[in-house]
Each structure stands twice: as C-alpha cells, then as structure tokens.
DNA sequence: CTAAACAGTGGAGTACGGTCCAAGGTCAAG
DNA sequence: CTTGACCTTGGACCGTACTCCACTGTTTAG
C-alpha cells in the first residue's frame, strides 16, 4: 500500500505518516522506486496510534511500547500486560477526573464556594 | 507577594508565571520598584489553572474562562457555567476513556483478538 | 510521448508551553 | 558602601507534533 492510500484509509496526512516513520512509530518495506510500501495491517495500527495518542500517550511512548512489544518472548503474554498498564492508566486518570467532577459539581449553584477561583481571575 | 513566593507557593518557576502574565492568565500589580506585586488569592487560583490544564484545557482556553468569568454581568451564574462546560468535558473524557478501556481488558488474556493490534508494531 | 498524479527528500515554519541566560535594577543586612 | 538575594527585560532555545514547500523522481493514462 502506497502512502497516498494509507493516508487516506487512516485520515492521517502523508506528512504525519513519514513523520511518524522517522520516529519510529511506523515502518513499510519499499519498492524499486524507493515509494513507500506498506502493510495493510498498518491501517488498525495506526488507528491505534491515534486512539493511544488522544489517551495521553505520547508518540515516544506509544513507539516505546511498540518497541517493547516486539522485542518481547512472549508476544501475547507482553501485550497482555501492556494493556494492562494501559488500563491502569486510564483507571488513574479516569480517577483524577472524577475527583475533579466532584470538586467542580460541589461549586456549580453555589454563589460562593467559587471565590478561590474568582476572586483572582484574569 | 513577590514573584518567588507565589512560584513557591504554586509551584511554579518564575518564568512560568511571568509567561503566564504575558498570555493573560494572571495579572499582578507593580510596586515602584517595577517588581510584580500579586494578590494572595493568586495562587488558589494558579492551582486551578494547573488543574485545568491536566484535565486537557489549554492556557488560552483557561485564559478565556477566566475572562468570559471576569467580564460577565452576573459572575456566580456564569461561573456555574462554566463548571457545567467543564463537566460535561470531563463526562464526555471519561466516556471515551472507559470505551477504550473496554476495548483494551476485552483483548487482555486474548492470544489472538489482538492481532490487529500486535502483528503490525513498528 | 507527454501530462497528471503520485512519490521522494530536505529544510523551514508553526503553535504550545515553557526553560535558560545575560545584562542590569532594587533592597535589606552587615 | 558593598554583598547577596531578589527582581526586571529581551531574546535565544527546547521538545512535541506536526505542516508546508520546493525541487526532483516514478507511474499511469491517453
């Protein structure tokens, strides 16, 4: 697959694609012409990039992962404890958030709890 | 209070704050001296940006709040509002967090559901 | 054969959120 | 009056995550 058509079956842009193969998030073989050829199973990959991406990981994080997820023995077993780090992740920040949600909701309708945080604005 | 003590007291290094003066999210008096000089409730309120910033705000989201909060003709109802905005960010965040999870803990222990993911790695 | 539509490279530029630094002013203690 | 801690400014620089551009090479359709 042409870079033209993984850019268009991922929504990502071809710059973001090379981009990401710099960093070492993605890799393609490539043709006599030197155009970049890659895997079709880069497409869910890559839609996996992002979704990891717009969790909070960073791209070194996520190609660190990577990295370790193909160095590792077991392959099955690493990936299984790699989404279970991920899901203790999300399980912190879905925590701090409604730590936050509570402290935001203790304050809605009330006309004065709010001043430590009005009082100063801007 | 000086600039050292509020970044002490925020945690914040001086040039944080001095760059966070220049995007608008505090503002502080000046003694003679032409040293900053901030209010005491600047620093509950720095905590707060700090805190809105994790939660995924950026410094001009965070500066514009604080002014929508400022110029508004009835500040406590437009701070509810705001909160509301905001909680209803973090519902929309965490729903996406536990769908992802879901995604995540159904392939973990999975020798093969995750080849979409696995078979691709950089 | 040529033109269009792809692809490649390197490098500059962008926005964000800062950090670091030099040169210099201010202030309290000794 | 000097020393040291603190403050000022401006500007350079960093990492992250890209985007845009110019110039060049390849492939494909007519």
Chains 1, 2 share one sequence.
């Not at 973001?16 to 193969?21: D, K, L, Q």
């Not at 006599?32 to 895997?39: E, K, M, N, T």
């Not at 997820?69 to 392959?75: E, F, G, I, M």
Request: charged share 25%.
């Amino acid at each position: 697959m042409l870079i033209g058509e993984l850019a268009a079956r991922t929504g990502l842009s071809r710059d973001a694609i090379r981009f990401y193969e710099r960093n070492g998030l993605v890799t393609g073989g490539r043709l006599p012409s030197g155009y970049r050829d890659f895997a079709p199973e880069t497409v869910p990959w890559l839609l996996y990039v992002r979704t990891a991406q717009t969790l909070g990981f960073s791209l070194a994080e996520i190609a660190r992962h990577g990295d370790e997820l193909r160095d590792a023995p077991d392959q099955a077993e690493a990936l299984s404890a790699l989404l279970a780090e991920k899901i203790r992740v999300i399980d912190a920040r879905m925590a701090e958030l409604a730590a936050l949600r509570a402290e935001l909701a203790a304050r809605v309708g009330t006309g004065c709890p709010l001043r430590a945080v009005e009082a100063v604005s801007p």
